[in-house]
Nanobody
């Protein structure tokens, strides 16, 4: 089982980024997926959830209305479109399979830095 995130980088406040997570080693369409993040010096924070069909998106209050989670099961890829980025969105972003379960799997993460 492998999850590989990409798309992070340096962006100015108010800017946008789209993160991708490519999955392999399991049947991607069978699993709900999440994005979580870890800001410098802080613990993991759940960001967004999507069910295995691409529906039922849920977001943390801190990103609701600015971020959009989606998936393409044909490409085994999970996405996070991030708009109106703020400085406190700076974090390492991870895609996660089975978030909160004993069989949780997380990628290596991609760094997002929001700064001038």
């Amino acid at each position: 089982v492998q999850l590989v995130e990409s798309g992070g980088g340096l962006v100015q406040p108010g800017g946008s980024l789209r993160l991708s997570c490519t999955a392999s080693g399991f049947i991607f369409s069978n699993d709900y997926m999440n994005w979580v993040r870890q800001a410098p010096g802080k613990g993991l924070e759940w960001v967004a959830f999507i069910d295995r069909y691409g529906g039922s998106p849920h977001y943390s209050d801190s990103v609701k209305g600015r971020f959009t989670i989606s998936r393409d099961n044909a490409k085994n890829t999970l996405y996070l479109q991030m708009n109106s980025l703020k400085r406190n969105d700076t974090a390492v972003y991870y895609c996660v399979k089975n978030w909160g379960r004993s069989d949780e799997v997380r990628g290596q993460g991609t760094q997002v830095t929001v700064s001038t």
